[in-house]
């Protein structure tokens, strides 16, 4: 084995810790990578053994099979953020929080809507994450990344990347983000902003479950809306602020469909927001496939929707 396998990687490692669901068997091997060297030394190490790889951030989007992973999984801790002016640059392995943070600490604003989010930069960037009407792609300017498959360091610039709802081309390319510059705007009141993160803190303590969970499990409906919103029993008020979102909340038809608190094993339909499926303690990742399939098919048969997950499924 290499230098770098000795160093940096174990055999064996039960990656359930390192969700948010708590969920999953065991990775043949793991390394921590601390910043974008360890990246490449990892993505390098794999290819030469012929490894499977897969990049774990803060696996808050992710289900992870009991069975674990057949190859070696890369956890991403790289920590580095630089302001400059009205420019960040920061580390895929950042947190979130620590950006909010940060970019308020130097009179920087725009992503408080990320605040309370549970996801790193490079996790959030590959899948567009958002909350309150903003995107991360909103102050996206570029985003540095290895090549996979040329192990090549490349730049690309956000345009470039074709994001829509909850996906970037990172999604189906073979592309590690290794660090992301965002643009934006200089607070005329962080005082203000700060108090905007406490009202959007408070505000998803009252609306997400406490359990573990991976978040929203399906994308919210944004195609058809006007034959969806005809089916559902809703107030006009209701019917007309989703229309005007253009955008119809899942959880309203899981919740219509009367699976709220429905359980298979250790696996709920959160009782608090129907779209988040919690792990009751002892939850297999099978529990929750079959409790995604129930969802799915009792939706498509009462509303004839077909509902799309949100979480990615490691395979
Ligand atoms: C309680 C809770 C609330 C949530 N609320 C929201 C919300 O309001 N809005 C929202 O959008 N999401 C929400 N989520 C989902 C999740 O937090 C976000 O999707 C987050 O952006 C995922 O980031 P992560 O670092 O945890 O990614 P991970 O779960 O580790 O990975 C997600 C995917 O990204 C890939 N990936 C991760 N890092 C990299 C990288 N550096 N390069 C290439 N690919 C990478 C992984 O391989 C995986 O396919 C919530 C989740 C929870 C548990």
Redesign the pocket.
Known sequence: MSKFFEKKCKKNVELAPYT?FKIGGLADYFCVAKNADDLVEAAKFAKEKGLNY?????????LIPDEGFRGLVIK?KSSKLKVQSDLVDVD?GVG?GQLVNACLENGLCGLEFLA?????V???V??N???YGKEIKDYLMSVR?LDLDKLEIKEVLSDDLKFRY?YSE?CNKN????SVKFRLDRCDNVEKSRSEIKRILMDRRER?PEEP????IFKNIMDNVVGVLEKLELSEEDKKKYLDYNKVPVAILIDQAGLKGKQVGGARVSKKHANFIINKGEAKAEDVIKLINLIKDTVKNKFGVELKLEI?LLD
């Open positions: 948010t897969y990049i774990l951030s803060g696996g808050s989007n992710v991403v895929a979130l309370g989010i549970p996801g790193t490079g996790g959030s590959y899948g994450a958002g909350a990344y909850r990172f592309r590690f983000i290794l997400i969970s991976a978040g929203c990615v």
